[in-house]
């Protein structure tokens, strides 16, 4: 937000001082070459006295010289009617006639400058044009070699010092309005954080943003109390269940026939394992925070080792290239040792003791990929990964989705297939945080 209000008034305020400074560097300009002109003036009258007075050339020449030795900046030429001139431009054109024909001083821009041309009457009035002299004076337009040079790189160093000077106090204006919102959003940050009470905050400045941060203060105070009233109704749902599933199963086992006591088993079995998820799930938002985020390798190459012992008891193949660091991930902990004891759990329980495991590891700046191949039968057809009951036959309807609503929560996928060990593949992207 600042660099956009320092851009924003970088470019209003330097079309201001191009809107005032150039019609000033224009005028300096214009005001040098009328202190020019004005003394080309004066040296016209001065020429023209030793012209009137003095009827030999030498005179003049030697008065003439002199004079544009003094004054680099004009040139002083004094032109016969017989053609002759003294001075640097000898030449005469249609003006110098025209002055010279109607007895009137003009001025004129010639290239580089400006021309001044002034008949001189020798004879007083009667003179004729034929018997008048003509000085010419050639003014050079100033340049940057010039007063107007330095006058120009004043104001250059003017409007410099106006923006740097502008921008400071824009910045600092930009710094007023940001730091507030910035407050508020260290503030709203802070709010998810799992395990502390929610502050109250504290938010100067603009009081837009005091009322925004009060307002978010009022709101966050709502939905903890929306959760907590969640999490107590859940766990008295938990409560309740708990005594009568019990006392299912005991009528269950009490069942004689061995394969409807087993399927009975089975789908109470199921529903306890939903409850436990509608609980786990409803105890997120305390556990976790607003923006969980979590060292994930090591979490993940600590959780599939748990499962090392168990797969050496068995006498399962179990084959580990696990990586040792990567980066943050926008997950719980809790989340990710979730999803992997599902992973491996559906491995485990879904395929023979003997076949073969293999888990794989793998980090990048922006991910991280953990892959679980078995040599079992693989996974049915149609099977959808992300709705509940994707653990394959026989599960408790939760697998797959749980592992698949953990990689779509970081801003990554699960993806099922085929392993070249003959089962399922199961390859899960978690993005960074």
Known sequence: MRRSLLVTAAAAISMVLLAMLVPMA????????????????????????????????????????????????????VLYPDGTGVGPDPGEDARVLDARNTGRARVDDVPGGSQILVPVSRGGNS?????????????????????????????????LVLLAGSLVVVDRLGRSFVQPIRRLATHTQSLGRPGE?????????????????????????????????????????SHRLRTPVTALRLRVEAVEDADLRERLGGDL?????????????????????????????????????????LAEDLGRPFELDLATSGPLLRTSRADLEAMVDVLLDNVFTHTADDDAVRVTLTSDDDRVELVVED????????????????SGAGSTGLGLSIASRTAEESGGELRTGSSDMGGARVAITLRTA
């Open 26 to 77: 224009i005028l300096v300009r214009s005001y040098a070459l009328e202190d020019r002109l004005a003394r080309a003036a004066l040296e016209v009258q001065a020429v023209e006295t030793v012209v009137s007075r003095h009827d030999d050339m030498g005179s003049v020449a030697v008065y003439v010289d002199r004079l544009n030795d003094d004054e680099p900046h004009s040139r002083v030429t």
């Open 127 to 159: 003179a004729l044009p034929s018997q008048t002299p003509v000085i010419r004076v050639v003014v050079d337009e100033p340049g940057l070699d010039s007063v107007v040079g330095v006058a120009w790189g004043l104001l250059a160093l003017l409007a």
């Open 197 to 237: 009470p929610a502050p109250v905050a504290r938010i100067d400045g603009p009081a837009e943003v005091q009322e925004l941060g009060a307002a978010i203060d009022r709101l966050v105070g709502r939905i903890q109390l929306l959760l907590s009233r969640e999490r107590e109704s859940v766990a008295d749902l």
């Open 269 to 309: 079995d199921a529903l306890q394992a939903t409850v436990d998820e509608i609980v786990r799930e409803a105890r997120r938002s305390e556990r976790e925070g607003l923006d969980p985020r979590t060292d994930g390798v090591p979490v993940l190459a600590e959780r599939v080792r748990h499962w090392a012992p």
């Open 375 to 390: 040599a079992g039968p693989g996974l049915p057809g149609g099977l959808d990964a992300t709705g509940r009951g994707a």
